[in-house]
């Protein structure tokens, strides 16, 4: 069965450091998402992506955030200047193309900013 | 915005016991509605969805939902656990609009005891 996949697994950084995060949705999927889940904390919207553009975004997702869809595979989340705030597992997820259609989840990249 | 509620952050059963996870939301439109679980060192994976039709959702590995517009609920049923069943469940809904962003609840941890 396709797959979200994420790399890395885990990522830990320095504050102030650039960071980005890589998802390989599942092939035929159309609509993209980033999530992240502070620790003890609900999961949270950060940003949507469809036809190569922003579709929505969430509060936290400022200008530190941005995410690209670079070669027609690898969808990344890339955070300019990190801060301690922002240690907390990311999550991608895609979907298919109808609003009814699934949403289907990575495992996850645990990022740690020291 | 809408906003979503699990009643219970950790529960404990012996196996073969019932199951019953609350879950609520606050919105006042047409939402569609998601039970997430995330067994340990794994992603999330859907259970079930409710989008129309019938309010009562039978998902995987015999879990079912009841959907109940009057008292904004829907929550998550399993008659009898088994230890495999272990696990973080996760209620979320979308709106019937929009880029089918998820908004989730806190979770709850279930520990099912052999």
Request: proline share 4%; glycine share 8%.
């Amino acid at each position: 069965e396709p797959e979200v996949t994420q790399t890395p697994s885990h990522q830990v950084t320095q504050m102030g450091q650039e960071v980005i995060l890589r998802c390989v949705p599942i092939s035929n999927h159309l609509y993209f998402y980033w999530y992240r889940q502070i620790l003890g904390q609900k999961v949270e919207f950060l940003v949507s992506f469809y036809n190569n553009e922003i579709s929505e975004k969430s509060e936290i997702f400022d200008d530190q955030f941005s995410v690209e869809r670079p070669d027609g595979s690898n969808f990344t989340l890339k955070i300019r200047s990190t801060k301690l705030e922002d240690s907390a597992m990311y999550f991608c997820a895609s979907r298919a193309g109808t609003s009814t259609d699934t949403q289907y989840f990575g495992p996850g990249t645990r990022l740690t900013v020291l | 915005a809408q906003s979503v509620s699990q009643h219970n952050h950790h529960v404990i059963l012996s196996e073969a016991a019932s199951l019953e996870l609350g879950c609520n939301y606050s919105y006042g439109g047409t939402v569609n509605l998601f039970w997430y679980v995330q067994y340990p060192g794994q992603h999330l994976q859907l259970l079930l969805k409710y989008f129309s039709g019938d309010p009562l959702v039978k998902g995987i590995k015999g879990f079912e939902a009841e959907f109940i517009k009057s008292k904004f609920s829907f929550n998550l049923r399993k008659p009898s656990v088994q230890w495999s069943d272990t696990a973080e469940y996760f209620c979320a809904v979308t709106l019937n609009s929009g880029y089918s962003t998820l908004t989730f609840g806190k979770g709850t941890m279930l520990l099912v005891s052999p």
